[in-house]
């Protein structure tokens, strides 16, 4: 990834990238021998998406392996798709994208400045549609899933113990897995089941980028973009209700009101083997939070229900037949 970086430098300085239609600039870096990827087949990527100020949008890497998705048709003139439609499986290389012309029928991203979109894409794996029927078809890259996850789950306590080490936490372990260590203390009793908790977050992957967090200074601290719709403010959920990460629940419940904690979880204690939008499955987390108030339950009230972002649980789809 440092040469690709490096070649985005180079491709801009030397004006090295040839030009698509609707105005895509690219440049393949690396250009293996096989068939260019069609709309409908399998392919795995990584991929590292960055604005014109150089800052990084959004990197699969951060998410612990590459994204799988079936090719679509290109939705218009020299959009990603078209530009995936030029790789073949091994290839990497860089699309610069304008943004004006990728978002036309579509608000921009939240905060977004500047006029290009560039993407360092590694096309892992593919598994061409063709003539197979959609149940080969879906068997196939159904397998290949398999093994990404196998990999994830072996890795996911290597990652847990360096990050535990690199960050120099004093982590105590409950017999569950969850790994904490309060770093603020604070005072009077801890919640219990049907206390709701009011709580500031911050999560992040084990690489250490941000995924979200409630407080708008952590975001502009680590260059998020902004989201206007983000309310920035804590969440409240009740204690022991289905459908919060088990990992908060059993966390909130050993700290008081006004404590800070860093909670690392096990992905069996966070979104599991379902994974959670960007969250890939067996991915470990690390939670920085604020537990800032507790709320003992109210009789007369209507019996709360887990919000609506994280860290409510992922519910498993139902399989279509």
Same mark, same amino acid.
């Given at each position: 990834?440092?040469?690709?970086?490096?070649?985005?430098?180079?491709?801009?300085?030397?004006?090295?990238? %040839?030009?698509?239609?609707?105005? #895509?600039?690219?440049?393949?870096?690396?250009?293996?021998?096989?068939?260019?990827?069609? !709309?409908?087949?399998?392919?795995?990527?990584?991929?590292?998406?960055?604005?014109?100020?150089?800052?990084?949008?959004?990197?699969?890497?951060? #998410?612990?392996? =590459?994204?799988? $998705?079936?090719?679509? &048709?290109? +939705?218009?003139?020299?959009?990603?798709?078209?530009?995936?439609?030029?790789?073949?499986?091994?290839?990497?290389?860089?699309? %610069?994208?304008?943004?004006?012309?990728?978002?036309?029928?579509? !608000?921009?991203?939240?905060?977004?400045?500047?006029?290009?979109?560039?993407?360092?894409?590694?096309?892992?794996?593919? /598994?061409?549609?063709?003539?197979?029927?959609? $149940?080969?078809?879906?068997?196939?890259?159904?397998?290949? #899933?398999?093994?990404?996850?196998?990999?994830?789950?072996?890795?996911? =306590?290597?990652?847990?113990?360096?990050?535990?080490?690199?960050?120099?936490?004093?982590?105590? +372990?409950? =017999?569950?897995?969850?790994?904490?260590?309060?770093?603020? $203390?604070?005072?009077?009793?801890?919640?219990?089941?049907?206390?709701?908790?009011?709580?500031?977050?911050?999560?992040?992957?084990?690489?250490?980028?941000?995924?979200?967090?409630? *407080?708008?200074?952590?975001?502009?601290?680590?260059?998020?973009?902004?989201?206007? #719709?983000?309310?920035?403010?804590?969440?409240?959920?009740? /204690?022991?209700?289905?459908?919060? /990460? %088990?990992?908060?629940?059993?966390?909130? $419940?050993?700290?008081?009101?006004?404590?800070?904690?860093?909670? *690392?979880?096990?992905?069996?204690?966070?979104?599991?083997? +379902?994974?959670? +939008?960007?969250?890939? !499955?067996?991915? !470990?987390?690390?939670?920085?939070?604020?537990?800032?108030?507790?709320? =003992?339950?109210?009789?007369?009230?209507?019996?709360?229900?887990?919000?609506?972002?994280?860290?409510?649980?992922?519910?498993?789809?139902?399989? &279509?037949?």
């Amino acid at each position: 990834m440092f040469f690709a970086l490096a070649a985005i430098g180079l491709a801009s300085c030397n004006g090295g990238l %040839k030009k698509g239609e609707g105005g #895509m600039q690219y440049n393949i870096i690396t250009d293996k021998a096989g068939p260019s990827i069609k !709309p409908g087949d399998f392919a795995s990527i990584n991929f590292i998406i960055k604005n014109d100020a150089d800052s990084v949008m959004a990197s699969s890497y951060d #998410m612990g392996h =590459p994204v799988p $998705q079936i090719l679509q &048709k290109p +939705q218009s003139k020299g959009d990603i798709y078209a530009a995936l439609e030029l790789l073949s499986e091994g290839d990497s290389a860089i699309v %610069k994208l304008n943004i004006d012309s990728i978002s036309k029928g579509h !608000p921009k991203p939240p905060g977004f400045k500047g006029k290009y979109v560039t993407y360092v894409i590694k096309v892992e794996k593919v /598994i061409a549609k063709g003539n197979l029927s959609d $149940q080969v078809f879906a068997g196939r890259y159904t397998d290949y #899933m398999k093994t990404l996850s196998e990999a994830s789950r072996k890795e996911e =306590p290597g990652k847990i113990k360096k990050y535990i080490a690199d960050n120099n936490l004093k982590v105590t +372990q409950t =017999p569950s897995g969850l790994n904490y260590v309060i770093t603020k $203390q604070g005072t009077g009793p801890k919640p219990v089941a049907g206390d709701t908790v009011v709580v500031n977050y911050t999560v992040r992957f084990l690489t250490g980028k941000i995924l979200e967090t409630s *407080v708008k200074a952590e975001a502009e601290k680590a260059k998020l973009p902004v989201n206007p #719709m983000n309310p920035y403010k804590p969440i409240r959920f009740p /204690i022991g209700v289905k459908g919060m /990460i %088990k990992g908060w629940d059993e966390g909130m $419940q050993l700290l008081n009101k006004g404590a800070t904690a860093t909670l *690392v979880l096990p992905s069996d204690l966070a979104y599991g083997e +379902q994974g959670y +939008q960007q969250i890939q !499955p067996f991915t !470990p987390l690390a939670f920085d939070v604020e537990l800032v108030d507790i709320v =003992p339950p109210n009789p007369n009230a209507p019996k709360p229900a887990a919000p609506a972002m994280m860290p409510a649980q992922a519910q498993p789809q139902p399989v &279509k037949k």
